[in-house]
T-cell receptor
């Protein structure tokens, strides 16, 4: 089955950039998603990238995909305290609806 | 446009009981998926419904079941509850099976005592 690995914790200072990394094993993943979860809340869809793209930018968010190495990253520019949350990487295999989630990266933004 | 609505938000049940959770998708969305989130296992796919039919199922025992109604609302049921079923149950809504975006509700926090 699909394995998705993320580092557990990242701490940055307010105003800095944050980079959250994700590696996955299933090369047939067609869409790769990033979700944000705040304490006590559900998952918020942040952005996603199609597997034939290398990069996608959406305001402060930049997603980079290295399909050869099966590596996905999410860069948050000008990180704010409101960005403190857990971030999940979730690839979706071609022809399947189910998302496979990584363990999540807890981002802590220090003022 | 209202988001995905899950009810109830919190639930406490006793071992051996059964429970039913409800999910109302975004208006016009026809695909509903369910996920279980626990500290130990993380987020795991339970099942997906589209047009009142279960289309995909994750690796969960038969005690976990679901259904979808003609208005796309979905329910999941867990029978003979075990302590390990304590989790946050999340529902995700998509416009249709081909749609790329899945939007999640706030979840139902189930505690089994």
């Amino acid at each position: 089955g699909e394995d998705v690995e993320q580092s557990l914790f990242l701490s940055v200072r307010e105003g800095d950039s944050s980079v959250i990394n994700c590696t996955y094993t299933d090369s047939s993943s067609t869409y790769l998603y990033w979700y944000k979860q705040e304490p006590g809340a559900g998952l918020q869809l942040l952005t996603y990238i199609f597997s034939n793209m290398d990069m996608k930018q959406d305001q402060r968010l930049t997603v980079l995909l290295n399909k050869k190495d099966k590596h996905l990253s999410l860069r948050i520019a000008d990180t704010q305290t409101g960005d403190s949350a857990i971030y999940f990487c979730a690839p979706r295999r071609a022809g399947r609806r189910a998302l496979t989630f990584g363990s999540g990266t807890r981002l802590q933004v220090q003022p | 446009k209202a988001g995905v609505t899950q009810t109830p938000r919190y639930l406490i049940k006793t071992r051996g009981q059964q429970v039913t959770l409800s999910c109302s998708p975004i208006s016009g969305h026809r695909s509903v998926s369910w996920y279980q989130q626990t500290p130990g296992q993380g987020l795991q796919f339970l099942f997906e419904y589209f047009s009142e039919t279960q289309r995909n199922k994750g690796n969960f025992p038969g005690r976990f079941s679901g259904r979808q109604f003609s208005n796309s609302r979905s329910e999941m049921n867990v029978s003979t509850l075990e302590l390990g079923d304590s989790a946050l149950y999340l529902c995700a809504s998509s416009a249709d099976r081909a749609n790329t975006e899945a939007f999640f509700g706030q979840g139902t926090r189930l505690t089994v005592v």
